[in-house]
């Protein structure tokens, strides 16, 4: 009797293991990989700063999108949201199969004004931003490195959500416009990851086609879900968060197989539609 080689990792891996499930991008790629046996793990069922649970079943890949993404308050608990963000990424390479990790456009400083490629230096801002960058350095050599921006989606907190709620109360709105990226839909990322797996490891930027600041986004949130919010444009001096944020951060892919996003327009309004 012949058997069959085991198929390559391809795009359409037999058994995976998200770990982050209950967050904004692990409900996409749960969806976006339904076709696939996925052992799900949200943070009560394995908190990623401590090492895996016993009893995980054998996987083919692992999709790691646990992670603390606090942006503000990791610059009062840089330990704690490094034991999360760079011990979680090594746990989840310790499980020993091809790994997707998700980093940010964070772990740039935002001093270019034409978009970032992968072989642009890192040299990020933030307690948050560090983290990311480490983590990246751990997640191994059998790890597809995903930096991605400015992601939202239909569940969870993230910046259409605020907005939406925000403006559905008030008149006017007050909206950095000096920070210029790429608002990426969780439901085209996941789609994209899809491909990816199916691609060479390494560093990968995944983010929506087009770009435009946070006080754009918020504009166009409220045009297509049809508010009258009127959205004021302030500086992020006026805004004081603690955490710094790259001034720009728009990226892109320099290889030439890179699985491309829609547009962040299309994204917003795949997202409107299912809200
Ligand atoms: N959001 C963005 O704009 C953005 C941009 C670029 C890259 N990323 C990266 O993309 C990944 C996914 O982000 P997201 O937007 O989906 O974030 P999210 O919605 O906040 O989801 C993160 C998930 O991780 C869980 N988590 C937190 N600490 C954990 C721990 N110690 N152990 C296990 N799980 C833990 C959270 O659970 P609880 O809520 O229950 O704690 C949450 O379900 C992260 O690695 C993030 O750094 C995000």
Redesign the pocket.
């Known amino acids: 009797m012949e058997h069959a080689e085991p198929d390559p990792l391809g795009a359409r891996p037999r058994r995976l293991l998200l ?10 790629l749960r969806a976006a990989f339904a076709g696939d046996e996925v052992v799900a ?10 090492p895996p649970p016993a009893g995980l079943p054998e996987v083919d890949l692992v999709l ?7 942006v503000d308050a990791a610059e009062d608990d840089p330990q704690t949201a490094a ?3 760079v011990g ?1 990424t090594r746990h989840a390479a310790e499980l020993g199969v091809p790994l997707v ?6 772990v740039f400083d935002g001093t270019k004004r034409s978009p970032y490629v992968e072989s642009d230096g890192p040299n990020p801002l933030s307690a ?1 931003g560090r983290t ?1 960058l480490a ?1 990246e350095a751990v997640a191994g050599e059998d790890a597809w490195v ?8 239909a ?5 259409l959500r605020t907005i939406l709620r925000l403006a559905a109360e008030r008149d006017d709105l007050a909206v950095v416009a000096d920070q210029r990226g790429c608002p ?1 839909y ?1 439901g085209h990322l996941a789609v994209a990851v899809r491909e990816l797996v199916g691609l060479p490891q390494g560093v990968w930027h995944l983010a929506a086609d087009g770009d435009c600041t946070w006080a754009d986004f918020a504009e166009a949130i409220v045009a297509e879900a049809g508010l009258r919010c009127r959205i004021r444009r302030i500086t992020t001096a006026e805004l004081g968060r603690p955490a710094p944020r790259p001034a720009y951060s728009v990226l892109r892919s320099e290889r030439p197989d890179a699985p491309t996003l829609p547009h962040w327009r299309d994204g917003l309004r795949a997202c409107l539609a299912l809200l």
Do not use: I, P
């Not at 790691?64 to 606090?70: I, P, R």
């Not at 569940?155 to 910046?159: E, L, M, Q, R």
């Open positions: 770990t982050g499930a209950g967050g904004q991008l692990g409900t996409a793990l949200a943070h009560a069922d394995w908190d990623v700063a401590l790691h999108t646990a992670g603390w993404t606090q034991a999360v963000n979680g990790h998700f980093s940010t456009d964070y948050y990311k983590s995903v930096r991605t921006s400015w992601l939202f989606g569940t969870g907190s993230n910046f990426t969780v």
